[in-house]
Nanobody, 124 residues
Framework: QVQLVESGGGLVQAGGSLRLSCTAS????????AGWFRQGPGKEREFVAA?????????YYTDSVKGRFTISRDNAKNTVYLQMNSLKLEDTAVYYC????????????????WGQGTQVTVSS
């Protein structure tokens, strides 16, 4: 069983930065694929970024965050990060960490394990 705990959310002005963390307990994160999703007010949960571990770490991003967000992992700390720069009002959402032992997908129902979410609010 994998338990995920997110942290690092908060209130930030547009153009600012935040770094979200997702720490796993259970199997090492080095053996898991990890992703970040978000759900804005009145919206469906959407894919943000993913990092896979087979054949080295490969990263994937939704188009709206490319060049602004970076997903990375620290296996020694069993933690995955989402560095968010140049934040926009439309980035406001609850951000969720997800993990899976078999692969990664932009579809939220693919992932087996989820954190509780952390709120990110971007103000003007």
């Amino acid at each position: 069983q994998v338990q995920l705990v997110e942290s690092g959310g908060g209130l930030v002005q547009a153009g600012g930065s935040l770094r979200l963390s997702c720490t796993a307990s259970g199997p090492p994160f080095s053996n898991l694929h990890a992703g970040w999703f978000r759900q804005g007010p009145g919206k469906e949960r959407e894919f943000v970024a993913a990092i896979t571990w087979r054949s080295g770490d490969n990263t994937y991003y939704t188009d709206s965050v490319k060049g602004r967000f970076t997903i990375s992992r620290d296996n020694a700390k069993n933690t995955v990060y989402l560095q968010m720069n140049s934040l926009k009002l439309e980035d406001t959402a609850v951000y969720y960490c997800a993990a899976d032992q078999n692969g990664a997908s932009a579809k939220s129902d693919y992932w087996d394990y989820w954190g509780q979410g952390t709120q990110v609010t971007v103000s003007s």
